[in-house]
């Protein structure tokens, strides 16, 4: 079965820096995903990537997708208090868009001031 | 406003004692599935459903029930919760790969 491994497991910043998340797939990438969840609440989708080289942004926030790495980052700029939480990256095993995502074990993120 | 909800939010009970936490989305999704996460696994499928009536296991069925008799609801059954069932426990629906998930239901079995 397909696992995905994100690095940093935890990330303290002060804010203003900058920070980049990993997460590798054992297996081809068909979907990757990026949400993030405040301590104890629910997932909010972030970014969809579909497409080897595809990068996508969002505020400040940038992912990209390398599908020969089997790797997706996201990349913070100028971090924020509310950029705080844990980020966590889903893939889609099959390709269908409609199966459960295998998820990463997340990345705890903590902004400073 | 488009949305997934959860019953309850938190819930304390025995052991052996029957729960229902229940699902229901809005968006007219076909797909639902339940997650539960716990600290250093991460965030683990229970079951999903393709649609009404179509239920399958995840990664870690044993000990839970679902069911889908209509498409908004998703409910996840527990006939006899155990311990080793306290976790975060999450639903999802999904459209074209993108799961929305509801807040979250935190379960203690005592």
């Known amino acids: 079965s397909q696992e995905l491994e994100q690095s940093p497991q935890s990330l303290i910043v002060q804010e203003g820096k900058n920070l980049t998340i990993n997460c590798t797939s054992s297996?081809?990438?068909?979907?990757l995903y990026w949400y993030k969840q405040k301590y104890g609440e629910g997932l909010i989708f972030l970014m969809m990537?579909?497409?080897?080289?595809e990068e996508k942004s969002h505020e400040k926030i940038t992912a990209k997708l390398d599908e020969k790495k089997q790797q997706s980052s996201l990349h913070i700029t100028a971090s924020q208090p509310s950029h705080a939480g844990i980020y966590l990256c889903?893939?889609?095993?099959?390709?269908?868009?409609?199966?459960?995502?295998?998820f990463g074990k997340g990345t705890r993120l903590s902004v400073i001031a | 406003e488009a949305q997934v909800t959860q019953n309850p939010r938190y819930l304390i009970t025995v052991t052996g004692k029957k729960l229902t936490v229940t699902c229901s989305q809005n968006m007219n999704h076909e797909y639902m599935s339940w997650y539960r996460q716990d600290p250093g696994l991460g965030l683990r499928q229970i079951y999903y459903s393709m649609n009404v009536e179509v239920t399958d296991k995840g990664d870690v069925p044993e000990g839970y029930k679902v069911s889908r008799k209509e498409k908004r609801n998703f409910p996840l059954i527990l006939e006899s919760p155990s311990p080793n069932q306290t976790s975060l426990y999450f639903c999802a629906s999904n459209r074209w790969g993108v799961q929305y998930f509801g807040p979250g239901t935190r379960l203690t079995v005592t």
């Open positions: 297996k081809t990438l068909y979907g």
């Open positions: 889903g893939a889609d095993a099959v390709g269908s868009g409609n199966t459960p995502l295998v």
């Open positions: 990537l579909q497409k080897g080289g």
